[in-house]
Structures are given as structure tokens and as C-alpha cells.
């Protein structure tokens, strides 16, 4: 009974959550999208659908909770190289805190898109100048997750949006031009239960829940964090010695 009385509550704080979220979000406009790549080949193979299995370092991205799993250190690694020379770059720890009943967990994530050339419309610019600038995206985050009962584990997690698209901005005053940059912060919940059936999983978490992205030059512009709510479930429908077939949405 105390058991269900927890997941309910649980249960009950992620939908409170999770409409908080949906009604903030401007039609048509979202920031910091490179939070939305997923990082990790074996979440990437599996669809994404990997909410409820998460159990590694990868867990401070697609769900906090599923570090609470964890039962050593782990260190992780991403490299993306997409087209147009555009490259991601993400590095993740995690390690269990006794003191703390829970484990922690660290994570930088890096988006370089590139040099493009510099087009304007109020500044036209000779073919000669050969002006280029370089947008960058990057976030940290910080992470902790316990296991409340011996089947449900809770995790949330704290990021530090940046987005910086490069100059533009032609400051009047200094007659400079400034780099249209643009800060804020960003929360995750997740929970993990565990049904104790053939490791039947439930999983669920908010993403990227918090403030507009605001630049802080020109004219005031403010952008919609890609805030999410994800629901999962996976089951082992058979497992042996040798090999386990696991069905996960």
C-alpha cells in the first residue's frame, strides 16, 4: 500500500508538471533544439523509446531517475558529426554518494554549427569583406536521483542553456557589433518503477522545463525551451542465461 501511495503522488506531480509545461510553449517557436538530439547510440537505436530502460550515465539525458541505478562510476562520451560541418559534442559522469543515498551526476553537451557567411540587410556587406560568423549552443547540467522504495526511483535534473549565433547586433553607441547571445536555465524530472514483472518498467519524465531563452541585445527576443513530457514502459518478454528480448515503447 505505501508503495502504490508513492507512485500515486509521483504519478500526480508529473501531470501537475507536465500541463504547466505544455502551457507555456509558443506555437511555432522553440530554442536551444540541439537538447532535443539524442546522445546516446543505444537510445538512438532503440527509437528513443528508452525512458524506462535508461540505467547509465546517459540516464542525466533521457531520464534523470534511471542514475539511481546505478552501482558504479561511469564515464561517457558522445562525438556527432552531422553535414554542413556541424558537430555535437557531449561528455557526461556519474557516480553513486553513499553519504548522499543517491547518485550524482554531471553532463556538457556542445553544438558548433559552423562558419557561415555573414549576410545583413541594414549593413549591406562588399563581396570582398568575406565576413563569416560561427553560432555555438552549449548547456551543463547537474543531476541527482535516489530510489524512494526498492522499485521507484525519482531524478531531477539542473541545466545552463547558452546559445550564442554569433554578431549581428550593430551597437550604436560603441559602434561595434555585439554577438546575439542568449542565457537560461532549464529543469528535468524523471521517475523509474520497477512492477517486479518479467522487469516490467514504467517510465516517466518532464524535459527541459523553465524561462524563455532571452538575448540580451538588441531588441528584447525571447524564445520557448523544446519542453517535453515522455511516458515509456518496457518489458523483457524472454530472457535467459544467453540473451534477453526486450519490448519498450
Known amino acids: 500500500m505505501r508503495h502504490t501511495k508513492v507512485l500515486f503522488l509521483s504519478l500526480w506531480a508529473v501531470s501537475v508538471w507536465s500541463g504547466l509545461v505544455w502551457g507555456q510553449a509558443k506555437v511555432g517557436t522553440a530554442g536551444a533544439q540541439f537538447l532535443e538530439?539524442?546522445?546516446?547510440?543505444?537510445?538512438?537505436?532503440?527509437?528513443?523509446?528508452?525512458?524506462?530502460?535508461?540505467?547509465d550515465a546517459s540516464a542525466v539525458y533521457y531520464n534523470p531517475a534511471g542514475?539511481?541505478?546505478?552501482?558504479?562510476?561511469?564515464?561517457?562520451?558522445?562525438?556527432?558529426?552531422?553535414?554542413?560541418d556541424i558537430n555535437y559534442e557531449f561528455a557526461a559522469l556519474a557516480f553513486p554518494v553513499s553519504k548522499l543515498g543517491g547518485t550524482l551526476g554531471a553532463a556538457v553537451y556542445y553544438m558548433d554549427i559552423g562558419e557561415m557567411d555573414v549576410t545583413t540587410f541594414n549593413y549591406p556587406l562588399p563581396p570582398s569583406s568575406k565576413q563569416t560568423f560561427n553560432p555555438k549552443e552549449y548547456a551543463i547540467s547537474l543531476s541527482y536521483a535516489r530510489n524512494l522504495t526498492d522499485r521507484l526511483s525519482i531524478g531531477i535534473t539542473g541545466k545552463y542553456i547558452g546559445e550564442n549565433i554569433g554578431k549581428g547586433f550593430f551597437n550604436e553607441d560603441s559602434g561595434l557589433e555585439e554577438d546575439f547571445i542568449a542565457t537560461g536555465w532549464a529543469a528535468d524530472v524523471g521517475t523509474v518503477y520497477n512492477t517486479g514483472f518479467r522487469g516490467f518498467k514504467i517510465g516517466m519524465i518532464i524535459s527541459n522545463f523553465g524561462p524563455?531563452?532571452?538575448f540580451d541585445v538588441g531588441p528584447s527576443q525571447s524564445y520557448p525551451l523544446p519542453a517535453g513530457f515522455k511516458f515509456g514502459g518496457s518489458i523483457n518478454l524472454v530472457q535467459n542465461h544467453s540473451h534477453r528480448t526486450v519490448l519498450a515503447a
Open 212 to 214: 524563455d531563452l532571452n
Open 67 to 84: 542514475l539511481a541505478l546505478l552501482d558504479s562510476r561511469e564515464i561517457m562520451f558522445t562525438h556527432i558529426s552531422y553535414i554542413a
Open 37 to 55: 538530439v539524442g546522445i546516446s547510440a543505444r537510445g538512438v537505436a532503440l527509437g528513443e523509446a528508452f525512458t524506462s530502460m535508461v540505467d
